[in-house]
């Protein structure tokens, strides 16, 4: 397989304030020792990746002809993004395909042909070269778009269990708990006997989750969404929420929501509750700034819930727990759903981009390279 | 000393709206078995007092005659204070006396006679009648101004220094930093060699830190406010900070500036640096909305800070050697200035009022009941 070519998507931030999205060719040697060439055959489009791919740009104004994109940026964003200017960036975390040439290594030799998984970043790509140990064989009858997306979403709305248990809270609150992740955290807190209350935008959000059986799911544009979180709080005893939104001022609604539910049957103090209220923002699908009214006593702490520093903290052995039960459910408990397959080249098109950039719950495009 | 009789301040929410702040008459029993009676000698009005004594009231349209404050207060105050509605609260944290009658406990006769210092609440008062292990002895060379505010200022400052060694950090950023607390801490920094950047909102006080030789002093109502704060970061390695103020930006751009410092040099990742970033809220002089860009990756915790919890947590050790320290010190390090010294009765004229409820750094004022 010596001489394979193929394309990948590169985004750079251009000095001048232009971001250029554009596909390039790539040469691949052939697999040395460890490594091996993966044909990708299905990358899910995180907004994890969206970040990296299309970040603050101005896509109305952008110019879409001759499959590149190139996006004009304010200088505030080109300020912010400063230590990217240049650099000509790979996208994509995750991805499934096959692995058609392998180095001498037996780690190597023993993938040779098969479907595999892989978090290696820049799998919006027609090819990866990678180390063998970066892979996991797929079970023989999980497809490619099967096992594309077996480890941002899983392992995060697993992270969310894990991090709840941790720290010694009892039931979570989760917001734009429609998509993916929040549809996989409904089904791993039903298996885990976990009370959940979710946090939705909309009715057909609403429905969705209804069919999953989910118990709570309240919708934050109801006019009693106060009272309903605050009864929900106090049924479940949450004092953890994992929110994916980050600006506004739901985080903050959470947060009171849970002052009141404590504060109900307690003596009067003017520094509010002693019980624990934890927030974490994972995601920015609004990027204005979190408003605090700090309605909410002393004892609260919000912060960022990142999974990689998350997997760190929790350990060795706890990440491979993890990993495991993904790979033993993948095709139900951590199934995945998309909007549109795409190709590379789709991916740079005006409509295409619009759409995915937007991240709107249950609008999750998948792009095959091959 | 049977039938002592003596004022204290009460403030009552009524459910009509109005805040009643008003003295009242209280007579005393003799002590029995452990307590002792406290002829209350100095009290400082402390910015968490002020929550209990005059919380969201309008003051500027109350109408202060006859020996008492009557306030209107908003609907939404009056709902987020609903807990106290009706009960006529003792105001007062901490303050100094003598312990003029005693139980028949040798705890309490030991202290018959003893000038004490107290943190009871109800200090707002001509005389309280409390458990002797509520006192603390102070020097025979302490007046009981100078040990009237040894618990509440003097353990905060103290407990910021505890926190950030508990935490990992190892230099310090606190704001409004030239209040009688923040006074403190830049000795305490100075005595534990622990790098302290204080930041102030105007020159005079700069001056106030400068002459106590503070290194690093940021007036941030300077032009290159933002740039100083980072390099006063990048100077101290500082990713601590504990807040005073509570709403608006400020606790933002601390988190951002150390973010910057911390990407420098680092690779670009869409995430942010992995330095670890903790901003801590432990008062509301401005009780606006705390905005949070979250222009500083996912690495980072905002949260509320309280002397109390963190004592507990801290341990009975730790919270001893902590006392030990300020007993030591009471006149040096922990030394509290104040503007001016008001009684009782003068703690209910406008012009004091709101003079002291404005919060305004170096405007501190001291009740003298008697």
Redesign the interface.
Known sequence: MSGTRGLKLLSTLHADGRLIVELAEEAFPAPKGNEVLVRVEAAPINP?DL??LF?AADLENADYSGDRVIAPMSDAALR??A??VG?AMEVGNEGAGTVIAAGDAPDAQALLGKRVALIAGGMFAQYRLVQAGACIALPDDVTAEQGAAAFVNPLTALGFVETMRREGHRAIIHTAAASNLGQMLVRICQEDGVPLVNIVRNEAQVAILRDLGADIVLDSSKDDFAAQLQGAIAATGATIAFDAI??GTLV?QILHAMELAA?KDA??S???S?SPKQAY??G?LD?S???????F??????????LF?FLQSAGADTAQRMRQRVLDSLTTTFASHYKARISLRDALARDAVLTYNARRTGEKYLIVPN
Chains 1, 2 share one sequence.
Do not use: C, E, H, K
């Open positions: 994890s970040g990296l970040p912010a993004m230590g990217r650099q980050g600006g903050s504060a003596p009067y003017r520094y509010g002693d923002i994972y920015m990027t700034p979190t408003i605090l009214t700090r309605s006593g002393f004892s609260w702490n919000v912060g960022g819930w990142l520093p």
